[in-house]
């Protein structure tokens, strides 16, 4: 298994403002991963996230609003960047590990945007 | 496209009812098959998974069966307990443009079992 922790828990920010969020793993990892849930909805994978390369965006996401770091093989941070309502969600980071490539999830940081 | 679709809750029962949560799935390919389950403040967890027709994933009485014929993977328990309360994920996985493989989930349904 894996220990992910991410910062903050939860936070409510104004329109306009941005957030980043922190993911760190309790050991090396080479893939990972940010998702975002919003309300009533299922998650959605926002980019993956490889260590010393630029971090892959799905279709509907792109750089300038969600930039990710991932400056080594443990941690990653995902900005959210002026910030709207609708961006209001959980977001949550998950690492790939094992032999089965299972995905592990930390858990989340709920965001509300006022 | 790839999606999944599952019952949505919320669901109420009885300790010691018998649970069954509909899943099913499009998708291009052969995709591997999970549930999810997300206990109150706790992150996602891995339940159950299975990689191919006919395989029968189960962990801690809960099983589900890869019936490709019906493109479905529902989840069931014969005995639910309160512990069981929780938020329960059908997700499939898919290749990502950047060469790995994604989780593709279904909304969610939210149980709870009562004493």
């Known amino acids: 298994s894996a220990v992910i922790s991410q910062k903050p828990s939860r936070d409510i920010c104004q329109r306009g403002t941005s957030l980043t969020i922190q993911c760190q793993v309790d050991?090396?990892?080479?893939?990972m991963f940010w998702y975002r849930q919003q309300p009533g909805q299922s998650l959605t994978l926002i980019a993956t996230?490889?260590?010393?390369?630029?971090?892959?965006?799905e279709s509907g996401f792109v750089i300038d609003k969600f930039p990710i770091s991932r400056p080594n093989l443990t941690f990653s941070t995902l900005t959210v960047s002026n910030m709207s309502p609708e961006d209001s969600s959980i977001y949550l980071c998950?690492?790939?590990?094992?032999?089965?490539?299972?995905?592990?999830f930390g858990p989340g940081t709920r965001l509300t945007v006022l | 496209g790839n999606s999944v679709t599952q019952m949505e809750g919320p669901v109420t029962l009885s300790e010691e009812a018998f649970l069954t949560i509909n899943c099913t799935y499009t998708?291009?390919?052969?995709?591997?098959l999970f549930w999810y389950v997300q206990y109150p403040g706790e992150g996602l967890q891995l339940l159950l998974k299975?990689?191919?027709?006919?395989d029968k994933g189960s962990n801690k009485g809960f099983e589900a069966t890869y019936r490709k014929e019906t493109t479905s993977f529902h989840l069931e328990k014969g005995s639910v307990q309160v512990s069981d309360s929780a938020v329960y994920f059908c997700?499939?996985?898919?290749?990502?443009?950047?060469?790995?493989?994604?989780?593709?989930f279904g909304k969610g349904m939210k149980l709870t079992v009562n004493p």
């Open positions: 998950s690492v790939e590990r094992g032999a089965n490539n299972e995905q592990f």
């Open positions: 050991s090396q990892v080479t893939m």
């Open positions: 996230a490889n260590q010393g390369s630029e971090a892959t965006y």
């Open positions: 998708a291009t390919g052969y995709p591997s």
């Open positions: 299975a990689t191919k027709a006919d």
């Open positions: 997700a499939l996985t898919v290749g990502t443009q950047g060469g790995s493989e994604k989780l593709v």
